[in-house]
């Protein structure tokens, strides 16, 4: 049952939390393709504990890794435009219909792949981890909630100016913000407030754009090739 899982997910997710914080302190921002691997890892463990009695099948990797590539294109074909791109919106519509493991993954590696092009850092780990957060919560929500547009919108703006922006600030803080008072703090977040906001509304806008048309293709190929478990195990 889904239940029994829940404990293994919270110890997973906060194995990661532990990484950055590992990444912070000891490591000093440097090794980043190691703690970068880690959270991959920690993501490729939370997506294989969706499969207790059975592997995944290749149709169910192919879609994954369809999503993943979408995402990376999507963030790279808008990099004139740096806070307008549709990545967050594919990975939240990955979470909802493939679950909420498989939005982690892909929102953890489409950070990390789409990195390649635009750089990477010591602020790569804590872009994967934000991202695969915004994946992975969406498709908690969404299972709860019905999957409406305007809680769509809402998610997608909150979830990336809190959840997304507040976890990759934490980076910029530390690495370029010098003394980490409450006005070195306030400066931070209040300079990366209206980037995150403009990424969020961005997001909600490719949301009402993009969520009908993918989630009923996906539905149709997880029809096609019989990957809806009955009840999802609820």
């Known amino acids: 049952m889904k239940s029994r899982r829940e404990p293994l ?3 997973i997710l906060l194995f990661c939390v532990f990484v950055l914080y590992f990444s912070l302190f000891y490591l000093h921002g440097k090794e980043y393709y190691l703690v ?4 991959i890892l920690s993501g490729i463990i939370l997506f ?4 207790e009695n059975r592997k995944p099948s290749v149709a169910e990797l192919t879609i994954i890794a369809v999503m993943c590539a979408l995402a990376v294109v999507s963030r790279v074909s808008f990099f004139f435009l740096p806070e307008v ?4 919106a594919v990975v939240i519509i990955t979470g909802i219909s493939l679950g909420a493991e498989t939005g982690f993954i892909t929102g953890a590696l489409s950070a990390f792949v789409s990195n390649f092009y635009f750089g990477q850092g010591s602020w790569t780990p804590f872009q994967m981890f934000a991202l695969g957060l915004v994946g992975f919560f969406a498709g908690v929500l969404f299972q709860k909630i019905p999957v409406n547009k305007w809680f769509l919108g809402i998610y997608g703006v909150l979830s990336v100016l809190v959840l ?3 976890i990759v600030d934490i980076n910029t803080l530390f690495y370029y913000g010098g003394d980490n008072t409450w006005q070195a703090i306030c400066a931070v977040y209040g300079a990366g407030f209206f980037m995150n906001l403009m990424f969020g509304i961005s997001t909600a806008v490719f949301l009402f ?12 190929v997880k029809r096609k090739y019989r990957l809806i478990e009955e009840d999802r195990e609820k």
């Open 209 to 220: 754009l993009l969520h009908k048309p993918v989630l009923n293709k996906l539905t149709r």
């Open 36 to 39: 970068s691997l880690v959270i």
């Open 9 to 11: 997910y919270a110890a």
């Open 48 to 51: 294989m504990l969706n499969f």
């Open 164 to 166: 997304y922006g507040g």
């Open 85 to 88: 791109k549709p990545i967050a």
